[in-house]
């Protein structure tokens, strides 16, 4: 049977943070981004795809707390200084990226998607670096902020209530 449809893109991204185990404050020190691109046409637009793709799973993943009106399943954030996307302050130290050039078959110039894979893979690198450096806690949703890791520092439980923060 033909393969139909997009290709698949692949990609991988490796994180490295400072975590200060008082504050629950985390910097993202470096930041590498790798994608199974097809056949690169445009090399720094490329480059800034993975970058600002992993930006925004960075975003995702450990800033923008999206809060439900628990009544009608509504968003009860009204601005964006309410859930607040990434900017220059709190992008990597040091990004790095590389894109593997070889051609696909199934596509007519050799290419594949290459803006969102490094979302997924980006935030997934996050919750593993902090994970990392918390002895191999797990959380169970995101944004994981400052308030979830003093509460798993210092053994409280994490609250799970509507419009309800960690702070016990």
């Given at each position: 049977m033909p393969l139909q449809g997009a290709p698949a893109a692949f990609a991988a991204a490796f994180i490295e943070i400072e975590l200060d185990l008082e504050t629950g404050k985390y910097v993202v020190i470096e930041y590498v981004g790798v994608a199974d691109c097809g056949t690169v046409i445009?090399?720094?637009?490329?480059?800034?795809?993975?970058?600002?793709?992993?930006?925004?799973?960075?975003?995702?993943?450990?800033?923008?707390?999206?809060?439900?009106?628990?009544?009608?399943?509504?968003p009860a954030n009204v601005g964006f200084y309410q859930a607040k996307p990434a900017t220059y302050l709190e992008s990597p130290l040091r990004l790095k990226v590389g894109g593997v050039n070889q051609p696909d078959p199934s596509s007519p110039l050799g290419t594949k998607g290459?803006?969102?894979?490094?979302?997924?893979?980006?935030?997934?690198?996050?919750?593993c670096a902090i994970s990392d450096a918390l002895g191999g806690h797990v959380f169970n949703r995101t944004p994981v902020v400052a308030d979830m890791i003093i509460n798993q520092v210092a053994g409280r439980p994490q609250s799970h209530g509507p419009l309800q923060t960690n702070c016990q």
């Open positions: 445009h090399p720094s637009g490329l480059e800034t795809q993975i970058k600002s793709g992993g930006i925004q799973g960075l975003s995702v993943c450990g800033l923008e707390r999206i809060v439900y009106d628990p009544q009608n399943g509504l290459i803006g969102e894979p490094l979302l997924g893979c980006a935030g997934s690198a996050l919750l």
